[in-house]
């Protein structure tokens, strides 16, 4: 049974920073490709939009909605995955989410959609104003 728990969002002024977290629990079998965990958000009223992940291997993916001051990371030993914003600004507002599944290189590589991800966590909310 896989299962990701986000943590770290909360309120904060703009310029400031925040470091959000994903436990994950659990082993996803390896399908079609390597092991991606990623970082989404999404905001009251839009769609749900992929930021940045990254394989097994430690390689990272850029999605469209990349934006310039987040960082992605992770603790192997922990089974932890970390996103770093700095210099957040109000349209960071939203829920932040992780999510995981075994899918091609090529898809992890640019934060494939939602539909390629089959494990979610339950989002933390990030505010900023």
């Known amino acids: 049974h896989v299962q990701l728990v986000e943590s770290g969002g909360g309120s904060v002024q703009a310029g400031g920073s925040l470091r959000l977290s994903c436990q994950v629990s659990g082993t996803i079998k390896n399908r079609d490709g390597r092991n991606c965990t990623a970082w989404f958000r999404q905001a009251p009223g839009k769609e749900r939009e992929g930021l940045v992940a990254i394989d097994n291997a430690g390689n990272p993916g850029y999605g469209e909605f990349m934006k310039g001051h987040t960082k992605i990371s992770r603790d192997v030993a922990k089974n932890t995955l970390y996103l770093e914003m700095n210099n957040l600004k109000p349209e960071d507002t939203a829920t932040y989410y992780c999510?995981?599944?075994?899918?091609?290189?090529?898809?992890?590589?640019?934060?494939?959609?939602?539909?390629?991800?089959?494990?979610w966590g339950q989002g933390t909310q990030v505010t900023v104003s």
């Open positions: 999510a995981a599944d075994a899918i091609p290189r090529a898809a992890c590589a640019k934060v494939a959609g939602t539909g390629y991800f089959k494990y």
